[in-house]
T-cell receptor
Framework: RKEVEQDPGPFNVPEGATVAFNCTYSNSASQSFFWYRQDCRKEPKLLMSVYSSGNEDGRFTAQLNRASQYISLLIRDSKLSDSATYLCVDRDSGYALNFGKGTSLLVTP | DAGVIQSPRHEVTEMGQEVTLRCKPISGHDYLFWYRQTMMRGLELLIYFNNNVPIDDSGMPEDRFSAKMPNASFSTLKIQPSEPRDSAVYFC???????????FGDGTRLSIL
């Protein structure tokens, strides 16, 4: 099984802080990359795709380094509602998603 | 619009019993995926279908597991006989096209005693 590795955390940060998550993937043939968010006892939901040039969606910035097989997610100005588990995901030429085990984030008042 | 609908939401049964999990994908979606989530192994693909045809079942753990998709609006995942190590949350997801975002159902929380 091709691995996606993440630091499980938990990351405890105060509101307004900037926090960064990283992950590495072992499948050099991976073609697509994503960050999913999963709240406690809920289903995973797509947060954003990750593109080679890097991409931003509001307070969230994702980066991909294909040479190092490394993906990152930066969250600026953290909100209480950002508390969740963040799943790093890759996909090869097939259509099944390959999930990391997730990084837990807790944003505190 | 209705999302992916899974049933039951929770299932508790004794080992050796047959378990059937059900999924209704979003109308019009042509891909359907079954995933399993445990603390130890995280989220793993079990099987996926395209236009009701199984495409990749390499994640199905063993012969005790089987999945069917008799029509575009319904799929089942069966475990027979069930074992305690099958306890997990089972998610169904669907997408319109293989490259499009996958929408997940609420999951079935399965406990085998």
């Amino acid at each position: 099984r091709k691995e996606v590795e993440q630091d499980p955390g938990p990351f405890n940060v105060p509101e307004g802080a900037t926090v960064a998550f990283n992950c590495t993937y072992s499948n050099s043939a991976s073609q697509s990359f994503f960050w999913y968010r999963q709240d406690c006892r809920k289903e995973p939901k797509l947060l954003m795709s990750v593109y080679s040039s890097g991409n931003e969606d509001g307070r969230f910035t994702a980066q991909l380094n294909r040479a190092s097989q490394y993906i990152s997610l930066l969250i600026r100005d953290s909100k209480l509602s950002d508390s969740a588990t963040y799943l790093c995901v890759d996909r090869d030429s097939g259509y099944a998603l390959n999930f990391g085990k997730g990084t837990s984030l807790l944003v505190t008042p | 619009d209705a999302g992916v609908i899974q049933s039951p939401r929770h299932e508790v049964t004794e080992m050796g019993q047959e378990v059937t999990l059900r999924c209704k994908p979003i109308s019009g979606h042509d891909y359907l995926f079954w995933y399993r989530q445990t603390m130890m192994r995280g989220l793993e693909l079990l099987i996926y279908f395209n236009n009701n045809v199984p495409i990749d079942d390499s994640g199905m753990p063993e012969d005790r597991f089987s999945a069917k998709m008799p029509n575009a609006s319904f799929s089942t995942l069966k475990i027979q006989p069930s074992e305690p190590r099958d306890s997990a949350v089972y998610f169904c997801a669907s997408s319109l096209g293989g490259n499009q975002p996958q929408h997940f159902g609420d999951g079935t929380r399965l406990s085998i005693l």
